[in-house]
């Protein structure tokens, strides 16, 4: 009998643990990405892409979670058309090819209760390398407007364009790109 009792315990506990766990979809009027690179060491290129999706999965009390987002890399915005469309073209992105980029994170880093980072792939132009986002900033907070939980903050990283096989111009343009993440999801 004790040991029913002890194998129920057991598993209302798992099934409590595993309820923790929620699904948040990017909210893309909250969500932004953006690169900055050097151009011939003077000046600042920056961009973003306007369209972009994603999901959390996010276990607070486990400290677990996995991400997900995709970058419709067609949506690239300099706010210079001739420029967006270079960036579009096979010397950068090749979106023809490879219409989206995408980063799934499973690694959350924490100290303590804050959330310093997320570690994971990122893949574009065919080619999938590991990338850690520095978490600046996280928060999760009870939306007034929408009457749910809406978790986000700020993330960056810096790459090396090459890794990906974006080659053009280096080393004139530097190799370096720093990517700044603005995010917020809704809990569904």
């Not at 987002?69 to 420029?83: R, S, Y």
């Not at 499973?106 to 990122?122: A, C, I, M, P, R």
């Not at 364009?161 to 080393?171: A, D």
């Amino acid at each position: 009998m004790k040991h029913a009792i002890l194998l129920a315990g057991l598993f209302a506990a798992a099934v409590g643990a595993h309820a923790q766990s929620a699904t948040y979809a990017l909210d893309p009027t909250h969500t932004t990405v953006f690169f900055e690179a050097k151009h011939f060491g003077t000046s600042t290129n920056r961009g973003r892409w306007d369209k972009k999706e994603g999901t959390i999965v996010f276990d607070k009390a486990a400290k677990t979670g996995k991400v997900e987002v995709t970058l419709d890399m067609n949506t690239i915005n300099t706010g210079v058309a001739p420029f967006d469309g270079h960036l579009k073209s096979k010397d950068f992105f090749d979106a023809a090819e490879f219409p989206t980029a995408k980063f799934v994170g499973d690694k959350f880093t924490f100290n303590g209760e804050k959330l310093v980072s997320v570690g994971g792939q990122l893949t574009l132009r065919g080619k999938t390398n590991p990338v850690t986002l520095t978490a600046n900033n996280f928060n999760c907070y009870d939306n007034p407007m929408l009457k749910r939980e809406v978790c986000g903050g700020d993330f960056e990283t810096t790459i090396q364009r090459t890794q990906w096989g974006v080659n053009y111009g280096v080393p004139g343009i530097p190799d370096s790109v720093r990517i700044v993440i603005q995010v917020e999801a809704v809990k569904q």
